[in-house]
């Protein structure tokens, strides 16, 4: 495995005011890592999320994300990244063919890019009786599974997935992470963040913030080890219970 | 227990509820035909993904939805002829933040108990656990809250007129596991105060924590029982295999010959085999170049119940 990084921060820190919602956090992510950013609601993973993907600058600090700098080349950033949210993913309204020459196409493929890795796209996923369908009407577990492989079509360097698998069956949301697996193997690095503490296991790394600072930041194996804990969730509850601020 | 329970009066009781939505050209069965009662003083979960029924019947058991068939109860009043009744008794927190974002915390309290001809001192004490939480922000506007603060001010407003019962749809939904495991402990002192709960998730390790629960998918109940009812109507051996390499021993393992269902589950992956044999699983695995691997008899989770009554 290449030991290339494809994201870097050094005291990456956001002040809103005098509140510091992300402070001096510093951290690498190597290439083809499936990376989980974790941390409680209020912890400031968002805040953070939102600087890596170029659309929030930073107070101080520096960041390098697929190369580029948080500051002065957040368009060569959104240019080399993938994003997906369980909150907005798709257009409701439009179909998913749709859906896909939209995102394609702002994400820079040729028409010619488009008519064939989309069709690819619908095939893989079987959809081929919904692509003239509005997105609305689908499942929830299928939309994710399109939003994610709308969101890696254009090969980005980086994916940056934040709760994707909220509210989807446990069929579905395994069958997402096979997904994941799948863009990590062919070189997308996977930048997720997650409530479900076993999807937390299936990560090369994970890091854990409370209160704006990372707090822990190992593979799974080696943070139940050093906390002594049985689970992830053993590990996240221990750290995350000693959060002061009040979100 | 079972015989004890007609003694109890029924907190909700629903009868064959059906709830289609038409939009345009396509028709959605969200509810169909679920029949199921809930007891008083019970915590009742109903578990099941986005797009199982479970905010409909919510709507439909707080008057706020009309079924198209069917008949529904709550505390034995009729939800279309009684709605105004069942609105004053039961408290409701919709799985979409409601209150009002551009009043205090404080102010939305204030607001809820108004309307309900309360103050907040007349029951304090119902909501002083998690009130108190919020007290040193109750001047900041609601929507300036971040998410698990919201969630301890809905509940608060759904309980501050003292309800009888209280309907929690997806609570938790997008919340920590800290905050997720706090809010669990407020229901259950809910519970010790007498108030019947019925709660919905997606979160299938909270299954264990209700008292009964029904398994939903696409608008039908799977399943209905105590967790660990349903947990001991498993019927088969499963399974916890490990190995050092994760990624392939799920590939291998789902090509097993005797394997019936295998799921990944956080560090182990879950297994049943047609014919149950740890040792030829454990001679495959060796030929297979696993070296480092562990398998175990383990108890099934919910997760691993409603997977394989989803499969049928």
């Given at each position: 495995?290449?030991?290339?990084?494809?994201?870097?921060?050094?005291k990456?820190?956001?002040?809103?005011?005098?509140?510091?919602?992300?402070?001096?956090?510093?951290?690498?992510?190597?290439?083809?890592?499936i990376f989980?950013?974790?941390?409680a609601?209020?912890?400031g993973?968002t805040t953070?999320?939102?600087m890596l993907i170029?659309?929030?600058?930073?107070?101080?600090?520096s960041?390098e994300v697929?190369?580029?700098?948080?500051?002065k080349q957040?368009?060569?950033?959104?240019?080399?990244?993938g994003?997906?949210?369980?909150?907005?993913?798709?257009?409701?309204?439009?179909?998913?063919?749709?859906n896909?020459?939209?995102?394609?196409?702002?994400?820079g493929l040729?028409d010619?890019e488009?008519?064939?890795k989309?069709?690819?796209?619908?095939?893989?996923?079987?959809?081929?009786?919904?692509?003239?369908?509005?997105?609305g009407?689908?499942?929830?577990g299928?939309?994710?599974?399109l939003?994610?492989?709308?969101?890696?079509?254009h090969?980005?360097?980086?994916?940056?997935?934040?709760?994707p698998t909220?509210?989807?069956?446990?069929v579905?949301?395994?069958?997402?992470?096979?997904?994941?697996?799948?863009a990590?193997?062919?070189g997308?690095t996977?930048?997720?963040?997650t409530?479900?503490?076993d999807?937390?296991?299936y990560?090369?790394r994970?890091s854990?913030m409370v209160?704006?600072?990372?707090?822990?930041?190992d593979s799974?194996?080696?943070?139940k080890k050093q906390?002594?804990?049985?689970?992830?969730?053993?590990?996240?509850?221990?750290?995350?219970?000693?959060?002061?601020?009040?979100? | 227990?079972?015989?004890?329970?007609?003694?109890?009066m029924?907190?909700?009781?629903?009868?064959n509820?059906?709830?289609?939505y038409?939009a345009?050209k396509s028709t959605v069965?969200?509810?169909?035909d679920?029949s199921f009662?809930?007891n008083?003083?019970?915590?009742?979960?109903?578990?099941?993904?986005d797009g199982?029924?479970?905010?409909?019947?919510f709507?439909?058991?707080t008057?706020?939805?009309?079924?198209d068939?069917g008949?529904?109860n709550?505390?034995?009043?009729?939800v279309?002829?009684?709605?105004k009744t069942?609105?004053?008794?039961?408290?409701?927190?919709?799985?979409?933040?409601?209150?009002?974002q551009?009043?205090?915390v404080?102010?939305?309290?204030e607001?809820?108990?108004?309307?309900?001809?309360t103050?907040i001192?007349?029951?304090?004490?119902?909501?002083?656990d998690?009130?108190?939480?919020?007290e040193?922000?109750?001047?900041r506007r609601a929507?300036k809250l971040s998410?698990?603060?919201k969630?301890?001010?809905?509940?608060?407003c759904?309980?501050i007129?003292?309800?009888k019962?209280?309907?929690?749809?997806e609570?938790?939904?997008?919340?920590?596991?800290?905050?997720?495991?706090?809010?669990?402990e407020?229901?259950?002192r809910?519970?010790?105060?007498?108030?019947?709960?019925?709660?919905?998730?997606?979160?299938?390790?909270?299954?264990?924590?209700?008292?009964?629960?029904a398994?939903?998918?696409?608008?039908q109940?799977m399943?209905?029982?105590?967790?660990?009812?349903i947990?001991?109507?498993?019927?088969?051996?499963l399974?916890a295999?490990?190995?050092a390499?994760?990624?392939?021993?799920?590939?291998?393992?789902?090509a097993?010959?005797?394997t019936?269902?295998?799921?990944?589950?956080?560090?182990?992956?879950?297994l049943?085999?047609?014919?149950?044999?740890?040792?030829m699983l454990?001679?495959?695995?060796?030929n297979?170049?696993h070296?480092?691997?562990?398998?175990?008899?383990?108890?099934?989770?919910?997760e691993?119940?409603?997977?394989?009554?989803?499969k049928i």
């Amino acid at each position: 495995m290449t030991n290339e990084i494809v994201i870097k921060t050094d005291k990456l820190t956001k002040k809103f005011g005098d509140f510091t919602a992300v402070n001096e956090i510093s951290f690498e992510v190597n290439k083809g890592e499936i990376f989980g950013f974790l941390g409680a609601n209020g912890a400031g993973k968002t805040t953070a999320m939102k600087m890596l993907i170029g659309i929030s600058k930073p107070s101080s600090g520096s960041a390098e994300v697929a190369g580029f700098d948080v500051y002065k080349q957040t368009e060569q950033i959104k240019k080399n990244i993938g994003y997906m949210s369980q909150r907005f993913s798709l257009y409701e309204d439009l179909t998913i063919k749709e859906n896909i020459q939209l995102f394609a196409g702002i994400y820079g493929l040729t028409d010619k890019e488009i008519e064939s890795k989309g069709e690819a796209l619908i095939t893989k996923l079987n959809l081929q009786n919904e692509s003239n369908k509005v997105v609305g009407q689908l499942p929830l577990g299928w939309k994710q599974k399109l939003a994610f492989s709308i969101a890696i079509l254009h090969r980005p360097k980086i994916v940056f997935l934040d709760e994707p698998t909220g509210g989807v069956d446990p069929v579905t949301r395994r069958q997402f992470w096979d997904m994941i697996y799948e863009a990590a193997d062919g070189g997308i690095t996977v930048f997720v963040t997650t409530h479900y503490m076993d999807e937390a296991e299936y990560c090369s790394r994970v890091s854990i913030m409370v209160d704006g600072v990372i707090t822990a930041l190992d593979s799974p194996a080696n943070l139940k080890k050093q906390y002594v804990a049985g689970s992830m969730e053993e590990v996240f509850i221990m750290l995350a219970r000693k959060a002061k601020r009040g979100e | 227990m079972q015989e004890k329970e007609v003694l109890y009066m029924k907190a909700v009781e629903l009868e064959n509820i059906v709830k289609t939505y038409s939009a345009k050209k396509s028709t959605v069965v969200a509810v169909n035909d679920v029949s199921f009662s809930v007891n008083e003083g019970e915590v009742f979960g109903l578990i099941g993904p986005d797009g199982a029924g479970k905010t409909s019947i919510f709507r439909i058991l707080t008057t706020l939805l009309l079924a198209d068939k069917g008949i529904a109860n709550v505390l034995g009043y009729d939800v279309v002829k009684e709605w105004k009744t069942i609105r004053s008794i039961v408290g409701y927190m919709p799985g979409k933040f409601s209150l009002y974002q551009d009043l205090t915390v404080e102010e939305n309290l204030e607001f809820f108990a108004t309307i309900f001809n309360t103050t907040i001192q007349e029951n304090y004490d119902l909501v002083a656990d998690i009130y108190k939480q919020l007290e040193p922000f109750k001047t900041r506007r609601a929507g300036k809250l971040s998410g698990g603060m919201k969630q301890k001010l809905a509940l608060s407003c759904a309980l501050i007129h003292k309800p009888k019962i209280l309907f929690l749809d997806e609570p938790t939904t997008g919340v920590d596991p800290v905050s997720r495991k706090e809010f669990w402990e407020m229901l259950k002192r809910l519970k010790t105060m007498g108030i019947s709960i019925v709660v919905s998730t997606s979160y299938m390790d909270e299954a264990k924590l209700c008292d009964r629960i029904a398994l939903m998918q696409n608008g039908q109940i799977m399943k209905i029982d105590r967790p660990q009812t349903i947990v001991d109507e498993f019927g088969k051996n499963l399974y916890a295999v490990n190995s050092a390499n994760m990624f392939r021993l799920l590939t291998d393992l789902r090509a097993y010959p005797q394997t019936e269902s295998c799921f990944a589950f956080g560090d182990k992956h879950h297994l049943t085999m047609k014919e149950d044999n740890p040792k030829m699983l454990n001679d495959y695995l060796t030929n297979a170049g696993h070296n480092d691997f562990n398998i175990s008899k383990i108890e099934p989770g919910i997760e691993d119940c409603f997977m394989q009554l989803m499969k049928i």
